[in-house]
C-alpha cells in the first residue's frame, strides 16, 4: 500500500513572477534529491498564494518528509487536507514535479472550475488530485514540446 497526504500552505516569500519561480525551482530541487532517496514521489501545485502538495510513498517517510516541510519558513500554515492509503502511486515518475500558475496553465485550470483565485480551504483531495495529474500532463507535453524542438 501507498501512503499519500495533500495538505496546503500559504507561500511567504514575497516577490514577482521571476522570484517566485525561482523559490519553486530551488524547492522543487531540493525535494527532488530527498524525496529520490526516501522513495516519494508526488506533485507541488503553485499559484503564488498557495502551495498545494501531494506526498505518496511509504507512510513513514511520508510523514517524516511532512514534518520537515512543515518547519521551513518558506511558508506557513500547513493543513493537511486528507491521508489516505492507496493501491498505486498517482505519480511514479516525479520524485516531485512542479507547476506555477502562470497564464499558460490557466486553461487546465479553468477546466477544474477555478477561474481567479484558488482557494484550497474549498478544495477537495480528489479535485486536487485531479488538477495535479492534468497539470502534470501539461508539464510532460511542454517538455516533449521543447525536446522535439531543440
Ligand atoms: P537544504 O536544502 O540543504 O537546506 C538546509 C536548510 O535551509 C533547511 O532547513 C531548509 O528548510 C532551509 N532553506 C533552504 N533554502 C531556504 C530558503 N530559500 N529559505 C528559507 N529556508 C531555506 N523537501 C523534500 O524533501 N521533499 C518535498 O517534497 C518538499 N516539498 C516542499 C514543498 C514546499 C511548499 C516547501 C516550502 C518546501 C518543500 N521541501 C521539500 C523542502 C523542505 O522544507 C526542506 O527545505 C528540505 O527538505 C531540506 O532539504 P535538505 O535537508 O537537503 O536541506
Same mark, same amino acid.
Given at each position: 500500500m501507498i501512503h499519500q497526504l495533500v495538505y496546503y500552505s500559504r507561500n511567504t516569500v514575497p516577490g514577482g513572477d521571476r522570484a517566485m519561480l525561482t523559490n519553486l525551482r530551488e524547492i522543487v530541487s531540493a525535494s527532488q534529491r530527498n524525496n529520490g532517496r526516501d522513495g516519494i514521489t508526488g506533485f507541488l501545485i503553485f499559484d503564488k498564494t498557495w502551495f498545494v502538495q501531494i506526498l505518496e510513498g511509504d507512510r513513514a517517510k511520508v510523514t517524516e518528509t511532512y514534518n520537515r516541510i512543515a518547519r521551513d $519558513?518558506?511558508?506557513?500554515? $500547513? $493543513?493537511?487536507i486528507n491521508v489516505r492509503d492507496v493501491?498505486?502511486?498517482?505519480?511514479?515518475?516525479? $520524485?516531485m514535479g512542479g507547476a506555477m500558475r502562470t497564464p499558460e496553465v490557466q486553461e487546465v485550470y479553468l477546466q477544474h472550475g477555478i477561474g481567479s483565485a484558488m482557494d484550497p480551504v474549498r478544495l477537495k483531495s480528489t479535485q486536487i488530485v485531479a488538477l495535479a495529474l492534468d497539470l502534470q500532463a501539461f508539464e510532460k507535453a511542454k517538455r516533449q514540446g521543447q525536446r522535439l524542438a531543440s
Open positions: $519558513t518558506r511558508h506557513s500554515g $500547513t $493543513t493537511i493501491e498505486a502511486r498517482l505519480f511514479p515518475n516525479w $520524485t
